[in-house]
């Protein structure tokens, strides 16, 4: 069994910050990527930000410059922070990690989601 329990959201006005934080915990030999994904109601679910474990990173270009990903191999953790928001970034957002369980299985393990909502 695998948990990814994710915290940090809520409301902010805009240009304001957030902090989320995402910790992996159960049956994991190791974590490949980890990253951060969001979705609005009714669209798709697109990538916001994603993280190697040698920490090579790579962004969407709507959050660029704004939003920073860093992660905590030794606690399984991925972080991301969240400044200058505005509504548009409005959205759940949803922790992603790859990993490799003890069976030796290749799993993606997904979040619950946590909602962000930044007034204008």
């Known amino acids: 069994q695998v948990q990814l329990v994710e915290s940090g959201g809520g409301l902010v006005q805009a240009g304001g910050s957030l902090r989320l934080s995402c910790a992996a915990s159960?049956?994991?030999?190791?974590?490949?990527?980890m990253g951060w994904y969001r979705q609005v109601s009714g669209k798709q679910r697109e990538l916001v930000a994603t993280i190697t474990t040698g920490g090579s990173t790579n962004y969407a270009d709507s959050v660029k410059g704004r939003f920073a990903i860093s992660r905590d191999n030794a606690k399984n953790t991925v972080y991301l922070q969240m400044n200058s928001l505005k509504p548009e970034d409005t959205a759940v957002y949803y922790c992603?990690?790859?990993?490799?369980?003890?069976?030796?299985?290749?799993?993606?393990?997904w979040g619950q989601g946590t909602q962000v909502t930044v007034s204008s």
């Open positions: 159960g049956s994991i030999f190791s974590i490949n990527a």
């Open positions: 992603n990690a790859n990993l490799i369980r003890y069976s030796g299985t290749y799993y993606a393990a």
